[in-house]
C-alpha cells in the first residue's frame, strides 16, 4: 500500500495563531497557496466549507485552473442542492479538471452551523439524509438511462446525466462522521474514510468498526487521518514551537474576545469528543500525538498535531500506516510555510520509510511461500 498526502488551502491566510485580515477572497494567496502544495508533493488539495465562507466548488475550480496535475478534494455538505445537480456539478468539475477531483461528503456536526444555511433536521436525520443522498448521486455518475427515485427526502422523476465523470466508476468519495448515525453511511458509501487525529488505540477502534460495517456490504475502504505537523531541527525546538503556538492561540483567544461564529454553541460532533477524550489522557499521547490546541478550542476542527523532528514525525505516521491508514491530511499552524516545509522532508521521508515496510513486507511474504512450497 503506498502513501497519499492531503493539504488544505484557503481563500486567505488564516489558523489559530493568524487570525484571518482584509476580504475574505485573497485570490493571489488562494492560487499560491494551491501551487505550492503542487511543487511541495502533496498528492491532493481540500477546499474547506463554511456556511459563512466563499463557495467551495466556485473556490476548488479556481484551484483547478491554477494547478496542472495535484488532484483535488471539495468539502460538501448534502441537503443544500439536490442530488441531481450537485452529481452534474461534481461530474464537470472531474471532467474540466482532467479527473482530479473527490468529494468530502460532510453531513453536519454543527445545529448552529447547519442553520445559517436553513437546515433544520437533527444530526441523526442528516445522515439519514445523507445515506439518501448518496444513492441518488452515485445512480446519476453511473445510470446509462434515465431513472426514478422515490424516497424519505428526495423524488426525482427521469434523472439522468449526460456528463459523466472522468473517473470509473465513480469520483472518490471521501466521508467523515464517528457517530452511531454515521457508521452505517460510512459502511455503504465511502471509498475512504476520514478521522481527525486520534490516538493510536481510538484509529485501530474505530477503523475495525468501519471495516466490519463496509464488509456488510462487500465493500473495503481505505482510511485517512488528519493531523497539524510541528516541525523543527531538534526535538526539543519543536516542542518549543508547540508551546509557542499554544500560547499565541490563548492569547487572540482570549484578547479581543472575538471567536469564529462557528465555534460558538454546545459540542455536538462526535468526532470532536473524540479529540477531547483523548485530551484527556494528557497534552502528550503515544509517542508524538500532542493535545493541546484541540482541548484549547474544543476540538472543533483538526487540530491535534504530531510533534518533531521530520524524521520522527514521519515514524510516528507509519504507526498509523501499520493499522492501515494509506492517507493522511496535513496542514500547519503557518498554512503556507508549513506546506513547503512539509514537503522538503517530511512527505519524502514518509514516503521512503513506507516504500521499506512494503519491501519488508513483501520479502516476508516470498519467504514465507518458499517455506510452504518445501513443506510441500
Request: glycine letters at 8%; proline letters at 5%; aromatic letters at 8%.
Amino acid at each position: 500500500m503506498s502513501v497519499n498526502f492531503i493539504g488544505m488551502v484557503t481563500t486567505n491566510k488564516n489558523s489559530e495563531i493568524h487570525p484571518a485580515v482584509g476580504p475574505a477572497i485573497d485570490t493571489d494567496y488562494l492560487l499560491r497557496f494551491a501551487r505550492a502544495h503542487e511543487e511541495a508533493g502533496f498528492d491532493r488539495v481540500l477546499v474547506p466549507y463554511h456556511s459563512n465562507g466563499p463557495d467551495a466548488i466556485l473556490t476548488i475550480a479556481q484551484v483547478a485552473a491554477a494547478t496542472r496535475h495535484i488532484k483535488l478534494m471539495l468539502a460538501h455538505r448534502p441537503g443544500f442542492v439536490a442530488p441531481t445537480l450537485a452529481a452534474r456539478q461534481l461530474a464537470t468539475l472531474d471532467q474540466f479538471s482532467g479527473g482530479r477531483l473527490g468529494v468530502h461528503i460532510i453531513s453536519g456536526g454543527s445545529d448552529v452551523e447547519q442553520r445559517r444555511d436553513g437546515d433544520f433536521l437533527d444530526h441523526d436525520r442528516r445522515y439519514a439524509r445523507t445515506d439518501e443522498y448518496l444513492e441518488v448521486l452515485r445512480k446519476v455518475w453511473t445510470a446509462g438511462e434515465p431513472f426514478d427515485h422515490h424516497g424519505e427526502f428526495y423524488r426525482v422523476e427521469q434523472a439522468f446525466s449526460e456528463v459523466k465523470p472522468v473517473q470509473q466508476p465513480h469520483i472518490p468519495i471521501f466521508f467523515g462522521g464517528a457517530s452511531e448515525a454515521a457508521i452505517p453511511v460510512a459502511g455503504r458509501h465511502a471509498d475512504i474514510y476520514a478521522l481527525w487525529g486520534e490516538s493510536l488505540d481510538q484509529v485501530r477502534e474505530l477503523t475495525g468498526r468501519v471495516r466490519t460495517e463496509a464488509a456488510r456490504h462487500g465493500r473495503e475502504i481505505s482510511f485517512s487521518v488528519s493531523f497539524r505537523p510541528i516541525l523543527a531541527a531538534t526535538e526539543d525546538a519543536a516542542w518549543e514551537r508547540a508551546e509557542r503556538i499554544l500560547a499565541e492561540t490563548r492569547r487572540l483567544r482570549s484578547g479581543n474576545g472575538s471567536r469564529h461564529p462557528a465555534q460558538t454553541g454546545p459540542q455536538e460532533s462526535v468526532g470532536a469528543r473524540r479529540l477531547l477524550a483523548a485530551a484527556e489522557k494528557g497534552d502528550r499521547v503515544d509517542r508524538r500525538l500532542w493535545t493541546a490546541i484541540a482541548r484549547e478550542t474544543g476540538a472543533r476542527y483538526n487540530s491535534t498535531a504530531l510533534v518533531g523532528t521530520p524524521e520522527q514525525v514521519a515514524e510516528a505516521l507509519l504507526d498509523y500506516y501499520d493499522l492501515g491508514v494509506t492517507t493522511f491530511l496535513i496542514r500547519g499552524f503557518d498554512p503556507l510555510e508549513d506546506a513547503l516545509d512539509y514537503g522538503r522532508e517530511l512527505i519524502p521521508r514518509t514516503r521512503e520509510l513506507v516504500a521499506e515496510r512494503v519491501r519488508q513486507k513483501l520479502e516476508k511474504q516470498q519467504k514465507q511461500q518458499k517455506q510452504q512450497k518445501q513443506a510441500a
